[in-house]
């Protein structure tokens, strides 16, 4: 079954000018999906419907068999999918264990915030991230060690899906390649991981790619 199942989906943001015209696409658990496309073909668009960020004009979305447009949006962003954004958008002024407990706490976690900052530690600890450079404030990290703090705070609310604007976009050769293999490992996890991206070398890696 897939996890989210997108059905004559059509978007535009003028009337009579779809960005999206009749999209049919799913997607399935154990799997990374590279979304892919020329400049202005929808892909970043394509990411917000799927994050719940925008409604289609047309068509629908589910997510385990259930219309999106029918559930609460603010838990679907919040626990059901996980987004990484393509230029972080982390609190700079804050470590980042502290940002991946202020995102458990959007996401209504009642644990103690010990308990959290445990958790947060683990986290990036998973995305080669040691503790000693965790109770640094993002701002002192290099755009690679940010991109890794995006993702483990996107997987703070353990979500089945992981949404991930260009996240290599900016990173050098060998920084792209940790990240690739840390999707990679999501979706040997069980994550259902949908990329966007511009890179021939990311799209390589995808099992599965959309071309818009």
Not at 11 to 33: A, H, M, Q, R
Not at 36 to 44: D, E, I, P, Q
Not at 98 to 106: F, Q, T, W
Not at 141 to 168: C, M
Request: charge should be negative; include cysteine.
């Amino acid at each position: 079954m897939a996890v989210i199942k997108l059905e004559n989906v059509y978007f535009g943001y003028e009337k009579d000018k779809d960005v999206l015209s009749d999209i049919n696409y799913e997607f399935d658990e154990g799997k990374i999906y590279a979304i892919v496309g020329r400049s202005g073909a929808g892909k970043t668009t394509l990411l917000s419907l799927l994050s719940g960020l925008a409604s289609p004009t047309r068509g629908n979305i589910y997510f385990q068999d259930e219309d999106i447009s029918k559930v609460n949006k603010y838990d679907y962003r919040s626990k059901m999918v996980g987004v990484v954004f393509q230029n972080f958008n982390l609190i700079n002024n804050l470590t980042a264990a502290e940002n991946i407990a202020l995102s458990m706490d959007i996401a209504g976690s009642k644990e103690p915030s010990t308990a959290k900052k445990e958790k947060a530690y683990r986290l990036l600890e998973s995305v080669n991230i040691p503790r000693e450079e965790s109770d640094r404030r993002v701002l002192k990290l290099s755009g690679g060690q940010q991109q890794r703090v995006a993702i483990a705070r996107a997987l703070s609310h353990d979500p089945q899906v992981i949404l991930a604007d260009e996240p290599t976009g900016n990173l050098d050769e060998q920084t792209q390649e940790e990240i690739l293999q840390i999707l990679k490992r999501l979706a040997e996890d069980g994550k259902c991981v949908i990329v966007v991206t511009h890179s021939p070398e990311v799209a390589k890696r995808a099992d599965e790619i959309y071309r818009l």
